[in-house]
Structure formats: C-alpha cells, structure tokens
C-alpha cells in the first residue's frame, strides 16, 4: 500500500528566511504533486513532478523529484506571509493508469511578519 | 477560465438521510476524482471516473455511490448519513496524457454537515 509522508507537518518561520518541507513515499511512482490549500479553501495545484530529477519553480517555491530516493522536496526562499498556508504533496503509483492519487498529511506553514 | 463547479456549497442533512453532490469538471477533461476532507485532515480519494467509467476506487464507503453522465458531470450519492461524513468533498477534474492524469484542478467543495 502506497504510504505518503510529509514532514514536518507544522512549521512556523520568519519571512525572509529559507526552508524546506519533504515528501517520502513508499513505493514507486512516476507521478508527484505539490497543492497549496488556504484555511476552508480549496486545493490549488503548484506543481507536478514527472520524472526523475524534475525540478520546477515559480516564484519563492521550488519543487524537486528523486525517484530513486522517493523523495521530494518544496523549497521555500526567502519566505513571505502570504506564504503561509497547508502544503499537501500526493503521490500516484506507478504505470498502472490508476487514478488513485494518496495525499500526504499536510505541512502547515506559518510565517510571521 | 473556466473552473470546475461544485453544487450545493453547503448542506446540512440530519442522520440517516441522504445528500447528492454535484460536479461539472472543466471542459474536455477527461477525468473526475471526489475526495472527502474532514477538518484538519488530508484529502482521502473517493472515486474517480475516466471517460465516465468508474477508473479507481478508494476509500468510499458502501452507502456512497458515484456516476459520471454523458454531459461528464459527476454526482456522488451519499445515504444513511451518519455524524462522521461530515467534512469537505471536492471534486477535481483532469485531462489525462500518456503518463497519466496530468494536474488536478479542484472545485470549491461542498461542505456537508450531518446533524
């Protein structure tokens, strides 16, 4: 059974400061998502990592895929307060054409002025 | 652009009684997913429809059901409420390529409260 996790689950920082959240998953899998969810909102898609070695960026966030390791990582630089919110990666098991896609618990962010 | 939609945004519903979702993906997806969140929880995958034919099922109880419509509208059909399906379910819609379904875009939710 595929098994997703996220650490830390709550991270409170300074703005202007770099973090790192990661995302291990338990078995193999080609496809990797990053989603940004706001206090009663919903989820809004950041990235989607597809192969090994992927790396995808857009502004403050960079997200980084190693297969080998099943891990992946959401950097963070120079944080913001509008920043702050439940970072959720999810992950879909390899090659079956399942749809089935398993959530890690959520990184709360929170970042103080 | 348009968005994926979500009907009712709110229900409340008594115990035992039954509750209908709706959900019309983004056009031309191809891919339909509910997800059920209960407060300070993850997403728990539900369901998903591809073509409008049930493609994975995850961990929908038996009192639910699902049905994507030839118009690609999808509609969870939840009875015997009971207090603990309260929660948020989204619906999300994708376009499927070659690897697999490719980024999930997610309605607003249906916030369901059982009393």
């Known amino acids: 059974e595929l098994k997703v996790e996220q650490n830390p689950l709550f991270l409170s920082m300074q703005e202007g400061k770099n973090y790192t959240i990661y995302c291990n998953y338990s078995?193999?899998?080609?496809?990797l998502y990053w989603y940004r969810q706001d206090p009663g909102k919903s989820l809004e898609s950041l990235f989607v990592l597809l192969s090994n070695g992927a790396v995808k960026q857009e502004g403050r966030l960079m997200a980084s895929l190693d297969t080998k390791a099943r891990l992946s990582t959401l950097h963070i630089t120079a944080a913001v307060h509008d920043l702050s919110a439940t970072y959720f990666c999810?992950?879909?098991?390899?090659?079956?054409?399942?749809?089935?896609?398993?959530f890690g618990k959520g990184t709360r962010l929170h970042i103080l002025p | 652009a348009a968005g994926v939609i979500q009907s009712p945004r709110h229900l409340i519903k008594e115990k035992r009684e039954t509750a209908t979702l709706k959900c019309y993906p983004i056009?031309?997806?191809?891919?339909v997913y509910w997800y059920q969140q209960g407060p300070g929880q993850d997403p728990q995958f539900l369901i998903s429809?591809?073509?409008?034919?049930?493609?994975d099922k995850g961990s929908i109880p038996d009192r639910f059901s699902a049905q994507q419509f030839s118009d690609y509208h999808s509609e969870l059909n939840m009875s015997s409420l009971e207090l603990g399906d309260s929660a948020l379910y989204f619906c999300a819609s994708s376009l499927s390529g070659d690897r697999g379904p490719d980024t999930q875009y997610f309605g607003p939710g249906t916030r369901l409260t059982v009393l």
């Open positions: 078995t193999t899998s080609d496809r």
């Open positions: 429809f591809y073509e409008k034919m049930q493609s």
């Open positions: 999810a992950v879909a098991p390899l090659l079956n054409r399942d749809d089935k896609i398993i």
């Open positions: 056009p031309r997806h191809d891919t």
